[in-house]
């Protein structure tokens, strides 16, 4: 069955270093993957799309990469201040449009 | 613009009872989606509308629940009747509808979703 996988449940890091988050996905063929970040009570709020084709996305202090071979995204968000803490969440979609029917990890709280 | 607004923000029912979730999408958004987090669980896709037809109803659990989205505007998420394990967060989310061969999907918008207690 398909399993996405976020490194552990909670990552510290101290203020001003990266925060480097991990998505792994087995028995899945992503056509892209996003990320969102969710706070306390709240929806989940996109951040960043890339599709199987990219390497790597850039968004102000946000980058993301995708390796479709290790089936693997990392999340980096550089010089990382308090605001930052949420929960951020990896979802993949199969479907290059049309249809939103995304799978999303259980998260990791930053 | 107004977001995607969910109602109520919470509702505590007892087992058995029947309970209506609310969602209003951003205006203009074709794409409307449910999706559902229990307890320690990941986030699940319910179903997905555009407009007001039903286009991927693969995620709903069982026949307790009734989506519907009459006019293509806002939708509603019955429950009836509830069972303990309906307990959750139900989120709804919206998208605008790309044309043509879009490269990618516009991203989702999510409600503050409905967190729903059964006891």
């Known amino acids: 069955s398909q399993k996405i996988e976020q490194n552990s449940e909670a990552l510290n890091i101290q203020e001003g270093k990266t925060a480097t988050l991990t998505c792994n996905y087995t028995?899945?063929?992503?056509?892209?993957l996003q990320w969102y970040r969710q706070d306390p009570g709240r929806g989940p709020v996109f951040l960043l799309l890339?599709?199987?084709?990219?390497k790597e996305k850039r968004k102000e202090r946000l980058k993301v990469t995708f390796d479709t071979t290790l089936k693997q995204s990392l999340f980096h968000i550089t010089a990382s201040q308090p605001a930052d803490s949420a929960t951020y969440l990896c979802?993949?979609?199969?479907?290059?449009?049309?249809?939103?029917?995304?799978?999303f990890g259980t998260g990791t709280r930053l | 613009e107004a977001g995607v607004t969910q109602f109520p923000s919470h509702s505590v029912i007892e087992k058995g009872q029947t309970v209506t979730l609310r969602c209003d999408p951003i205006?203009?958004?074709?794409?409307l989606y449910w999706y559902r987090r229990v307890m320690g669980k990941e986030i699940k896709f319910l179903l997905h509308?555009?407009?007001?037809?039903?286009?991927?109803e693969s995620g709903m659990p069982n026949n307790r629940f009734l989506a519907e989205r009459t006019g293509g505007t806002y939708s509603t998420l019955k429950v009836q009747p509830a069972e303990l394990e309906d307990s959750g967060v139900y989120f709804c989310?919206?998208?605008?509808?790309?044309?043509?061969?879009?490269?990618?999907?516009?991203?989702?918008?999510f409600g503050n979703g409905t967190r729903l207690t059964v006891t």
């Open positions: 989310a919206s998208s605008h509808r790309e044309q043509g061969l879009a490269s990618y999907n516009s991203p989702l918008h």
């Open positions: 028995n899945y063929s992503p056509a892209y």
């Open positions: 890339i599709r199987e084709n990219e």
């Open positions: 979802a993949l979609s199969r479907r290059v449009f049309g249809n939103e029917k995304l799978t």
């Open positions: 205006s203009g958004h074709d794409n």
């Open positions: 509308f555009v407009k007001e037809s039903k286009q991927d």
